[in-house]
Structure formats: structure tokens, C-alpha cells
């Protein structure tokens, strides 16, 4: 009896230590759910991704500011949800862990939608360099994803862990299998990276929700023995820094980017318009 109320009392808790990445992990499976049995009104699947919130670079950079954390919970197809839930639920449980489910969080989210963020102005500022538009075609990339945002963790995780490994006096057992995850968050990280340089992989995203995850744990170590106000105002500066990024980029007049944004919108109403005929 005692036996199986321990056993009982290590399940609950382990339950509670995850709880917020399992929620994570089940959100993105809901939408996804959602998005082919009630978001999916057009025959085009990248037009229904663009319809329901996809990121688009021409779209986002033009007042569509909202695209950036809609698209983080949006995925191309099941194969793309299924890889990115086992990483976040990897990832996710070892990080709620180290950091506590309110950084984790921000973590998540500012890392998620910052990332979107720098692949919109990212595939812009690519356009620009690259004059794709002399030749008066409309290139459209959709970003989806929550790939942005775990890298963000993978991120912290990495500077939980660099931090725990370099403590004096370490636990040898401890030790070594904090340099094991260690060893194979960087790993993942790495071929995520050299992954995302095949055509059709938003490796901008995957780069910018790192350095963003990075940056914001750096800034929760740091304090990590300080109060607890101190951790709630680097939260703050950082989701403000977000919001001024946003507000910089996000609401652009360029004739380009302004003319493509109304063909997209354009072809999109043509479709929703033959659609309900």
C-alpha cells in the first residue's frame, strides 16, 4: 500500500514537472487538427496556411504583425508536426526542469515569435540583395512552425547547462550526464542548422529563436540567485524589445512589398470567392 502511494505520489509529480510542455505539445496537435478539419476551405494547402495565419514574409512586414505568433503553432503537414512535438517534448521537460514553467514560457513565446520575426525580415532583406523583384514575379515563402520557439529552448537549455557543468566541486555522476545532454543539445542544434540548408527549411527562423533563447537565459542565469522581480523584469525589457522590433519592421511602406501584399490578398480572395460558388 505504502509502495503504490509512492509510486503514485512520483507520478503525479513528474506529471506536474512537465505539465507545461505537455501542454505545448498538445496545443500544437490541437491546431493542427483544427487546421485540416475546419481551417481548410481552399483547395491550395499553402493557401489555406497563408488564410489561417501562415508567415508571409510580404504579408508580415506590411501590418500582419499577428502572422508571427499564429504561425508558430501552424505546420505544413504531420510529418513536420510529429518532428517538432518529439523535439519539443525532449527538449521542453529537461528545460521546464532547470528554468521553472514561467521562463520556459517566455522563453517559448518570445523566442517563438522573435524568430518569426527575423525569417519575414530575413527572406525581405534577401529579396532586396538578390533583385528578385525586376522580374516581376510574386515569390511567396511560408513560414511555419514551432521550430523557431524549441530552438529557443535548446538555446537555454545549452546555457543552463554550461553554467551547471562549470560549478565547483561538481557531483561526478551529475557531472557527467549534465555533459551528456550538454553534448547532444548542441549536436541537435547543429543538425538542425546544417538541416536547414536544404531549399524548403526556414533555417533563418531556426537561427534567430537560438539567439534569442540564448540572450534571454544568459540574462536568467545570471540573476538565477537574485530575486524573483529581477527575473519578472528581464521578462519585461525583453517582451518590450519584442514589441519595439515589431513596431519597427512589421509596418513597412514599401511600394514593393505593399503591391505584392495586395496580388496575395487578391488571388487568396479569388480562390475563398470560386471556393463558395
Known amino acids: 500500500m505504502i509502495g503504490q502511494q509512492r509510486h503514485t505520489l512520483k507520478s503525479r509529480s513528474f506529471l506536474r514537472a512537465m505539465a507545461l510542455t505537455l501542454i505545448l505539445v498538445l496545443l500544437n496537435i490541437a491546431v493542427y487538427f483544427y487546421q485540416i478539419a475546419f481551417a481548410s476551405p481552399l483547395e491550395s494547402r499553402e493557401n489555406n496556411l497563408i488564410l489561417f495565419g501562415?508567415?508571409?514574409?510580404?504579408?508580415?512586414?506590411?501590418?500582419?504583425?499577428?502572422?508571427?505568433?499564429?504561425?508558430?503553432?501552424?505546420?505544413?503537414?504531420?510529418?513536420?508536426?510529429?518532428?517538432?512535438?518529439?523535439?519539443?517534448?525532449?527538449?521542453?521537460?529537461?528545460?521546464?526542469?532547470?528554468?521553472?514553467?514561467?521562463?520556459?514560457?517566455?522563453?517559448y513565446i518570445i523566442s517563438g515569435v522573435g524568430a518569426a520575426l527575423f525569417s519575414a525580415y530575413w527572406q525581405y532583406y534577401d529579396t532586396i540583395n538578390n533583385q528578385i523583384w525586376s522580374d516581376n514575379t510574386v515569390y511567396i515563402i511560408?513560414?511555419?512552425?514551432?521550430?523557431?520557439?524549441?530552438?529557443?529552448?535548446?538555446?537555454?537549455?545549452?546555457?543552463?547547462?554550461?553554467?551547471?557543468?562549470?560549478?565547483?566541486?561538481?557531483?561526478?555522476?551529475?557531472?557527467?550526464?549534465?555533459?551528456?545532454?550538454?553534448?547532444?543539445?548542441?549536436?541537435?542544434?547543429?543538425?538542425?542548422?546544417?538541416?536547414?540548408?536544404?531549399?524548403?527549411?526556414?533555417?533563418?527562423?531556426?537561427?534567430?529563436?537560438?539567439?534569442?533563447?540564448?540572450?534571454?537565459?544568459?540574462?536568467?542565469?545570471?540573476?538565477?540567485?537574485?530575486?524573483?522581480?529581477?527575473s519578472v523584469s528581464i521578462t519585461v525589457i525583453a517582451v518590450l524589445l519584442l514589441a519595439l522590433a515589431i513596431h519597427s519592421f512589421s509596418f513597412s511602406t514599401d511600394e514593393n512589398l505593399l503591391y505584392e501584399r495586395q496580388f496575395i490578398y487578391q488571388e487568396i480572395n479569388k480562390e475563398l470567392h470560386m471556393a463558395h460558388k
Open 54 to 107: 501562415a508567415n508571409v514574409y510580404q504579408l508580415s512586414l506590411t501590418g500582419d504583425w499577428w502572422r508571427y505568433p499564429i504561425s508558430m503553432i501552424l505546420h505544413s503537414n504531420g510529418m513536420h508536426l510529429a518532428f517538432n512535438c518529439l523535439a519539443l517534448f525532449v527538449i521542453g521537460i529537461e528545460c521546464e526542469r532547470a528554468y521553472g514553467k514561467l521562463k520556459v514560457l517566455a522563453i
Open 142 to 230: 511560408i513560414g511555419v512552425g514551432a521550430s523557431g520557439a524549441i530552438m529557443g529552448l535548446a538555446a537555454a537549455s545549452v546555457i543552463y547547462l554550461l553554467k551547471a557543468i562549470n560549478k565547483p566541486h561538481p557531483h561526478p555522476v551529475i557531472h557527467s550526464k549534465q555533459k551528456r545532454q550538454l553534448y547532444n543539445i548542441i549536436a541537435m542544434i547543429a543538425l538542425t542548422l546544417v538541416n536547414g540548408l536544404q531549399s524548403g527549411v526556414d533555417n533563418a527562423a531556426h537561427i534567430g529563436g537560438a539567439i534569442i533563447g540564448a540572450l534571454i537565459s544568459i540574462g536568467y542565469v545570471l540573476v538565477s540567485k537574485k530575486s524573483a522581480m529581477t
